[in-house]
């Protein structure tokens, strides 16, 4: 078993940052894959960025490329989402997801993931 919690959502203006935590419990930490997605209001639930358990592989939505990196720090069962030059459209709960496949799939799916953390919420205000 793998339990997620997020952390480090809040309020920012558009234009600014913050970094999202994903901390997990459980010693297999380590060899799953992580991901991050994110449903804003009336909306599904979308896939947002992927990373391998070594962290050497990782993969992104096309919406948050080049503004998202997402990277973990195995030692300390934690995965990051850092989210620079936010958009009101990232507005959204954010989640992360652990894929004991191990690998960073280069899909936007969301079925393979066997945990789910509860969400973070992010507002972005313009």
């Known amino acids: 078993q793998v339990q997620l919690v997020e952390s480090g959502g809040g309020l920012v203006q558009a234009g600014g940052s913050l970094r999202l935590s994903c901390a997990a419990s459980?010693?297999?930490?380590?060899?799953?894959?992580m991901g991050w997605f994110r449903q804003a209001p009336g909306k599904e639930r979308e896939f947002v960025a992927v990373i391998s358990w070594s962290g050497g592989s990782t993969y992104y939505a096309d919406s948050v490329k080049g503004r998202f990196t997402i990277s973990r720090d195995n030692a300390k069962n934690t995965v990051y989402l850092q989210m620079n030059s936010l958009k009101p459209e990232d507005t959204a709960v954010y989640y992360c997801?652990?894929?004991?496949?191990?690998?960073?799939?280069?899909?936007?799916?969301?079925?393979?993931?066997?945990?789910w953390g509860q969400g973070t919420q992010v507002t972005v205000s313009s």
């Open positions: 459980g010693r297999t930490f380590g060899s799953y894959a």
């Open positions: 997801a652990a894929d004991r496949l191990g690998i960073a799939r280069k899909t936007t799916s969301q079925s393979g993931y066997d945990y």
